[in-house]
């Protein structure tokens, strides 16, 4: 069963979120698809990943099998990737989202009517379904 979390962004910015995330889902051994709303979505995460740490970076790319995290405005997943990240503005159908082991729906205050919207429509869907906020401290909490 494919588990959907939805992690409300109330202090931060999805560059400011993605790269930790995407450095759990690859200690897990998993690929990732990391979908964008459009180009300047796109170039801002691929400088964010480049830039986000001094000492490291995030091997990722926006085309290509091998790449670990592929960047994209599509719903392909050439990477065969097991977990799946949306970024606020983009959408991808349930059926296509059943393909992921995982799937991150980030959002913001904006969205939020939305993700609600969302969340009851997966869940009627049957996914296993996680909200997650940020604590004062910007720490993720699990909250339903």
Not at 96 to 121: I, N, Q, T, Y
């Amino acid at each position: 069963m494919t588990e959907v979390f939805f992690y409300h962004l109330e202090s931060s910015s999805p560059t400011g979120v993605l790269p930790s995330l995407l450095e759990k889902t690859l200690k897990r051994g998993w690929k990732a698809l990391v979908k964008l709303p459009d180009r300047e979505a796109l170039d801002a995460m691929d400088e964010a990943l480049w830039t986000y740490r001094d000492e490291s970076f995030l091997p990722h790319g926006t085309s290509g099998a091998a790449e670990p995290v592929l960047l994209t405005l599509g719903d392909e997943a050439e990477n065969g990737a097991e977990a799946l990240f949306l970024a606020p503005g983009s959408e991808m159908s349930a059926a296509e989202m059943k393909r992921f082991e995982r799937c991150v729906l980030l959002f913001g205050h904006d969205e939020a009517p939305r993700a609600r919207d969302a969340w009851k429509s997966y869940k009627d869907e049957g996914f296993a379904v996680t909200y997650w906020k940020q604590g004062p401290d910007g720490r993720w909490e699990k909250a339903a």
